[in-house]
């Protein structure tokens, strides 16, 4: 029986109600260090490209270089419901005008220990969850673009329990000027998970605007805004600011109710990039739910 119950409640941790009412939440966490600084904004930013597959492959043909690769660990919720996330992402623009996006993700959650009978342990079980995504941006024109996702995502909360599904991103965007992005759509529109859960789909509208004086300092402000289908609505805002290229200070602010597959939270963030090589930095904060998140991450772009 106590078995049962400790299953039960591991289950109930890293399948979804940790996050709300929805499947495979993990399929919403953003695993850029990058973009995690703006604590769910930045859909519309094409300053990064590596895990373009987790998200909006629309901003593919707008990214400045021709490769990016990234890898990144994150201490995710270590107050409610700990998972370990390592993830590793690449972006390819095969021409101007195609990006291709691959990306690859595991959790693991806090071990416990598994009871075959009262009292009577039999091993230590350690849950881990898995996620896979492929990417494609194309640009319609110079200033129009389409992009589409699909991830398969795998949860094994206990032994006797594995959750999967598949889902896709729909998205287009708009750069009427170099400075200014726009960009909506459909993400994590997939299956239902065991007949009855659906997945945290949402329609998604962002835009970004970016300012730089004299090759010295620049600055970025983005706005995100999610419709979930299970009825919640969040909105985000983020900052960049950049010295050279060289230094980066980051900062967001989102707002969603609690019971949101991503809840509020405040996020800062900082990065250090020199000859393509780069280290970024984030945390979120003042959550109940996510506070001392942490995401490191090393990237390399040409």
């Given at each position: 029986m106590k078995r049962?119950w400790?299953?039960i409640?591991s289950?109930?941790?890293?399948?979804?109600?940790?996050f709300?009412?929805d499947?495979?939440?993990?399929t919403?966490?953003?695993?850029?260090?990058v973009?995690?600084a703006f604590?769910g904004?930045?859909?519309?930013?094409?300053?990064?490209?590596?895990?373009g597959?987790?998200?909006?492959?629309a901003?593919?043909?707008f990214f400045g270089?021709t490769?990016e690769a990234a890898?990144s660990?994150?201490?995710?919720s270590p107050?409610?419901?700990?998972?370990?996330n390592?993830?590793a992402?690449?972006a390819?623009?095969l021409t101007?005008?195609i990006?291709?996006?691959?990306?690859y993700s595991?959790?693991s959650g806090?071990?416990?220990?598994?009871?075959?009978?009262p009292?009577?342990?039999?091993?230590?079980?350690?849950?881990?969850n898995h996620v896979?995504?492929f990417?494609?941006?194309?640009?319609?024109t110079?200033?129009?673009s389409?992009?589409a996702?699909?991830?398969?995502a795998?949860?094994?909360?206990s032994?006797a329990?594995?959750?999967?599904?598949?889902?896709?991103d729909?998205?287009a965007?708009f750069?009427?000027m170099?400075?200014?992005?726009f960009t909506?759509?459909?993400?994590?529109?997939g299956?239902r998970v065991?007949e009855t859960w659906?997945?945290p789909?949402?329609l998604?509208a962002?835009v970004?605007?970016g300012?730089?004086l004299?090759?010295?300092?620049a600055?970025?402000?983005?706005a995100?805004?999610?419709y979930?289908f299970?009825g919640?609505?969040?909105?985000?805002?983020?900052f960049?600011?950049a010295?050279?290229?060289?230094l980066?200070v980051r900062a967001g602010?989102?707002?969603?109710?609690?019971?949101?597959?991503?809840?509020a939270?405040?996020?800062?963030?900082?990065g250090?990039?020199?000859?393509g090589?780069?280290?970024?930095l984030?945390f979120?904060?003042?959550?109940q739910?996510l506070?001392?998140?942490?995401?490191?991450g090393?990237q390399?772009?040409?």
């Amino acid at each position: 029986m106590k078995r049962h119950w400790v299953l039960i409640l591991s289950g109930w941790l890293l399948a979804g109600n940790a996050f709300g009412q929805d499947a495979l939440p993990f399929t919403r966490i953003d695993r850029n260090p990058v973009t995690s600084a703006f604590a769910g904004a930045g859909a519309a930013y094409s300053g990064t490209a590596a895990y373009g597959a987790f998200g909006n492959a629309a901003m593919l043909p707008f990214f400045g270089r021709t490769l990016e690769a990234a890898v990144s660990y994150q201490r995710w919720s270590p107050g409610l419901a700990l998972s370990n996330n390592v993830s590793a992402g690449v972006a390819y623009k095969l021409t101007p005008q195609i990006g291709l996006a691959l990306g690859y993700s595991l959790g693991s959650g806090a071990s416990y220990d598994v009871y075959e009978g009262p009292g009577e342990p039999s091993g230590v079980f350690y849950p881990k969850n898995h996620v896979i995504a492929f990417g494609v941006g194309v640009g319609i024109t110079e200033q129009l673009s389409l992009g589409a996702n699909i991830r398969y995502a795998r949860d094994v909360p206990s032994p006797a329990q594995v959750i999967g599904g598949v889902s896709a991103d729909l998205f287009a965007a708009f750069q009427p000027m170099e400075s200014l992005r726009f960009t909506a759509g459909l993400s994590t529109l997939g299956t239902r998970v065991a007949e009855t859960w659906k997945q945290p789909a949402s329609l998604k509208a962002a835009v970004d605007w970016g300012l730089s004086l004299e090759e010295v300092h620049a600055l970025n402000l983005m706005a995100d805004a999610d419709y979930y289908f299970s009825g919640h609505f969040s909105a985000a805002a983020g900052f960049q600011y950049a010295f050279r290229q060289l230094l980066f200070v980051r900062a967001g602010l989102r707002l969603a109710p609690e019971d949101c597959v991503i809840p509020a939270h405040l996020a800062l963030g900082l990065g250090f990039h020199y000859h393509g090589i780069g280290l970024d930095l984030s945390f979120l904060t003042a959550s109940q739910t996510l506070a001392n998140t942490l995401n490191i991450g090393l990237q390399y772009s040409f």
